[in-house]
Structures are given as structure tokens and as C-alpha cells.
């Protein structure tokens, strides 16, 4: 079946702006996460989903960045006023309960530049 | 911060067994062992977890020691395709998210 899908695949756009970036979770999958990887780096955590609401918001920034996840699905990482530090691939997952042992499958992630 | 420490790089021959260490001295008694890659400009791809016995599937074996403060993963007949970043992570129980270190990049030469 299909996996995670995200996008635009790539985005570029201007310090100071908004973007939004989209996931779809593998269908059936209540649980989704948002990473930011930096070049060179791992993958880090920025928020975690459980059905619709944020189980944990821990790993966000600052409050330039949200996520919502309206019906339990699809969720949109947004970004306001963006900086040059934002850029980096931005890459959702999900599993099927967020349970503990369970695998979370990735999507190919957004990568974005801010110039 | 991750929790664990693994070699940044590993070269391995093309159909050799490739062992990658990873080091996770302060792992709790409630933690397990997860193994993930990341082939370059792809999302990470899980490959296998264990809590404290041996672990196979059809992509690589976990061997964890018996004290659990350190693991191998091997993939037994190494192809090109297996170049990537491997990355080793602790996790607890529960919804927990995965902390990423930086990974061993293992390149597999022809």
C-alpha cells in the first residue's frame, strides 16, 4: 500500500514568510510525528500526534512553528516568518497506535531553503 | 540528547558481512534497542529492535550483549544498496519519539 507521503517535496522561499508543509499518513495510522533534519545531522523531534490533538509539542523551537492534524489524519506543519536557520528537510512519520515497540514509517520529507 | 555512541563512518566490502557497534553504556532496564537507516535523500527506514535477546529478520541480525550496554547490527551479505546512514537509538516504553545521534555512514565498496 501506499506509505507516507509529503509535500511540496522541495520549497524555497524568502526570510520572513509563512509556509506550509503536508503530510499524509499511511492510511489507518493514528499517530504521527514531525522531524527536522539539519545537513549532517540526525533527524530531531518536534511534535508528536495522537489522533487529532498534540501529545507532545516538546520539540518545537519556538512558537514561529505549529502543526495541527484537524481530522486525524492529514497534518500541515506550519512555519511563520521564516529565517535562514529554518532551512533543513522537514520529515513526517506515523504509526499505527504510537505504542511503544511499534515502527514508525517515514515519508521522504520536504526540504526547504529560506534564502 | 542521544544515548548513544556509534563510529562515524565504516567502509565494508561488497558480499561481506557489514557489523556496525553502537555503545549505549547508560541504557535502563526499560529501554530497547532500535536500528534505523537513512539511504541519502530518502526518510529513515527501520530495520529491526530488540530489548535484550537476539534479533533476525530478513534485512539484518541485533545482537545486544548480555549487560545491554552495547550492540551490533550485521547485515550478512552487504550490497551497494546497503550504503547509508545507520543510526542506533534507546527507547523507552511508551509514545515516546525517536532521538536520533548522527550515525555510523557505512559505505559498501565494489
Known amino acids: 500500500g501506499a506509505g507516507v507521503s509529503q509535500t511540496p517535496s522541495n520549497k524555497v522561499t524568502e526570510k520572513g514568510k509563512y509556509v506550509e508543509l503536508r503530510c499524509d499518513p499511511i492510511?489507518?495510522?493514528?499517530?504521527l510525528y514531525w522531524y527536522r533534519q539539519s545537513l549532517g545531522q540526525g533527524p530531531e523531534f518536534l511534535i508528536y500526534?495522537?489522533?487529532?490533538?498534540?501529545?507532545?509539542d516538546s520539540g518545537l523551537p519556538n512558537d514561529r512553528f505549529f502543526a495541527v492534524r484537524p481530522e486525524g489524519s492529514v497534518s500541515t506543519l506550519k512555519i511563520q516568518r521564516t529565517e535562514r536557520g529554518d532551512s533543513a528537510v522537514y520529515l513526517c512519520?506515523?504509526?499505527?497506535?504510537?505504542?511503544?515497540?511499534?515502527?514508525?514509517?517515514f515519508g521522504p520529507g520536504t526540504r526547504l531553503l529560506v534564502l | 540528547d542521544a544515548k548513544t555512541t556509534q563510529p562515524p563512518s565504516m567502509d565494508c566490502a561488497e558480499g561481506r558481512a557489514a557489523n556496525l557497534p553502537c555503545n549505549h553504556s547508560?541504557?535502563?532496564?526499560?529501554?530497547?534497542v532500535y536500528w534505523y537507516r537513512q539511504i541519502h535523500s530518502q526518510g529513515p527506514q527501520y530495520i529491526i529492535h530488540?530489548?535484550?535477546n537476539n534479533e533476525t529478520n530478513e534485512m539484518a541480525s541485533l545482537i545486544i550483549t548480555e549487560d545491554r550496554k552495547s550492540s551490533t547490527l550485521i547485515l550478512p551479505h552487504a550490497t551497494l544498496r546497503d550504503t547509508a546512514v545507520y543510526y542506533c537509538?534507546?527507547?523507552?516504553?511508551?509514545?515516546?519519539?525517536?532521538?536520533f545521534g548522527k550515525g555510523t555512514r557505512l559505505s559498501v565498496i565494489a
Open positions: 512519520a506515523s504509526s499505527l497506535t504510537g505504542l511503544a515497540g511499534e515502527t514508525q514509517y
Open positions: 492510511s489507518g495510522h493514528t499517530a
Open positions: 500526534f495522537q489522533g487529532t490533538g498534540a501529545a507532545d
Open positions: 547508560t541504557i535502563s532496564g526499560n529501554e530497547y
Open positions: 530488540g530489548l535484550k
Open positions: 537509538i534507546v527507547r523507552v516504553l511508551g509514545n515516546t519519539p525517536l532521538v
